[in-house]
Nanobody, 125 residues
């Protein structure tokens, strides 16, 4: 497991943008999935986006396609989530996650074994 630390959450109005960052404590290499999940009280944690650090595999939840972009910067061992055109329904605690992978990144929380502490995103109408 690696230590993950998220940052970049906050409060914005609908239509605004935020960029979340997640730094890993050790180099994840090119055989890992880095994912973003979100959770609201009383609901299950849902996958938002995931990317394979070796390149070639990026996935998004249907609810965020065209608005969110996930990226991984090897030099900084950091995964980003650029969130544009935010909606009130995007309000949630956002978590960064990591897992070893042979190339396919699942959008299921049980497939990840390293988690950050979460960062709150609040979108007002």
């Amino acid at each position: 497991q690696v230590q993950l630390v998220e940052s970049g959450g906050g409060s914005v109005q609908a239509g605004g943008s935020l960029r979340l960052s997640c730094v890993a404590s050790e180099y994840t290499g090119s055989t890992a999935c880095m994912g973003w999940f979100r959770q609201v009280p009383g609901k299950e944690r849902e996958g938002v986006a995931a990317t394979y650090t070796g390149g070639g595999s990026t996935r998004y939840a249907d609810s965020v396609k065209g608005r969110f972009t996930i990226s991984f910067e090897h030099a900084k061992n950091t995964v980003y989530l650029q969130m544009n055109s935010l909606k009130p329904e995007d309000t949630a605690m956002y978590y960064c996650a990591a897992a070893r992978s042979a190339g396919y990144c699942f959008m299921v929380s049980s497939k990840y074994d390293s988690w950050g502490q979460g960062t709150q995103v609040t979108v007002s109408s």
